[in-house]
């Protein structure tokens, strides 16, 4: 079967950035990197899936339906008949119309960013795998944050690693997005 790409820019909103409800660590340069890739698919006219996470469980803080939070960011906004595919859960083949589309359009191999890389990112990339799709993950084309277990913090840096060092192999072929450039 010939292989058909698909980028996949999950949850890049901003409430993740500066001044929003979640911010994260490095989200601005995560979205400039984000971006880049953007444009190659842009300029080459292959497919682009933006996710846009819409939160909808009673004390949600974020992302937020109908605020300026929940939008997408202007460094990824989508453009005419890029598909948009709005969730409320982490993984974004769950109760959505994502497998359908890329099944549909004879998509095989994801080249997937976004936020948060130990969330969304995982848990999108993981089903993404399991449904039989070959995915690489940018890797500083994703920012995450600083986690707390145990009374212990992990810093934003050990998870990004961590996450995406648990990805490839596997799940994933890892790559920055000048390693995905120049091929």
Known sequence: METKEALLIIDIQNDYFKGGANPLVGSLEASLKAKRVLEIFRKESLPVIHIQHLSTRPGATFFIPDTKGAE?????????????I???????FRETELLNYLKSNHITELILCGMMTHMCVDGTVRAAKDFGFNCIVISDACATKELKIQNKKVCAEEVQYAFIAALDYFYATVKTVEEYITG
Do not use: L, Q
Request: glycine content about 4%; proline content about 15%.
């Open 86 to 92: 709005i969730k409320s859960y982490p993984n974004s």
């Open 72 to 84: 997408i960011h202007p460094n990824v906004y989508p453009t005419a008949g890029e598909k948009v």
